[in-house]
């Protein structure tokens, strides 16, 4: 299957500061990514949807202005935490999907632990 | 009622056993099921896929849809330690951008050795 890469694995930070992930699909082009995020046994809950070139569009209850999500290429997309407190500590994780393709093939995820 | 539900285990089964792992949803509209295998601290990897009603094999893996009975399941044949993960269905209405996947909260499995 397709490979999506994320970066970085795992990323600690003090409360107050801005973190960004990067999610790249390796080997196709994502005309649509997903960022998902994932507490301790529980399942993913879908953060927003971004479509390459456009705005992302957010899940209700997701802070647009909290978690910017940037789609600049069809093989890169950016989730920032702005002023990242403990609460967004989290597991996040991104998904690829290409053009006219079902099937989501994801990354390995972000572990972000804020102190 | 949730959309998609499945029981989180977890369940633990001998090697060799056949594992049968199952989720019932609410939506009759849904049309692609997709199972996923999730190891620890790790994204998920997606193991079946299917479109409507019917079985697909793929190895020891068997993925059933009844959509009359808004059930699917996923059956591993002689199951080894490594397969011990967590277990995601996935259901979606449509193939468009539009269409978002709608995960179940997972079954937690561990094969024992």
């Known amino acids: 299957g397709a490979v999506v890469s994320q970066h970085p694995s795992r990323v600690i930070c003090k409360s107050g500061t801005s973190v960004k992930i990067e999610c790249r699909s390796l080997?196709?082009?994502?005309?649509?990514m997903f960022w998902y995020r994932q507490f301790p046994k529980q399942s993913l809950m879908l953060m927003a949807t971004?479509?390459?070139?456009?705005?992302?569009?957010?899940e209700q209850g997701v802070e647009k202005d909290k978690f910017l999500i940037n789609h600049a290429s069809l093989t890169l997309s950016t989730l920032t935490v702005t002023s990242a407190h403990p609460e967004d500590s989290s597991f996040y994780i991104c998904?690829?999907?290409?053009?006219?393709?079902?099937?989501?093939?994801f990354g390995p995820g972000t572990r972000l632990t804020v102190l | 009622q949730k959309e998609v539900e499945q029981d989180p285990g977890p369940l633990s089964v001998p090697e060799g056993a056949i594992v049968s792992l199952n989720c019932t949803y609410s939506?009759?509209?849904?049309?692609?099921f997709m199972w996923y295998r999730q190891y620890s601290r790790k994204g998920p990897e997606l193991l079946m896929y299917?479109?409507?009603?019917g079985n697909k094999e793929d190895g020891r893996f068997t993925a059933q849809v009844d959509k009359s009975s808004k059930y699917i399941s996923l059956f591993i044949r002689d199951s080894q330690p490594s397969d011990s993960a967590t277990y995601l269905c996935?259901?979606?209405?449509?193939?468009?951008?539009?269409?978002?996947?709608?995960f179940g909260p997972g079954t937690s499995l561990s094969v024992i050795p």
């Open positions: 998904s690829a999907r290409g053009t006219s393709e079902v099937q989501q093939f």
């Open positions: 080997d196709f082009q994502a005309t649509t």
């Open positions: 971004s479509n390459e070139g456009s705005k992302a569009t957010y």
């Open positions: 939506n009759s509209a849904f049309q692609y």
């Open positions: 299917t479109y409507s009603s």
């Open positions: 996935a259901m979606k209405l449509g193939i468009t951008s539009y269409d978002k996947v709608i």
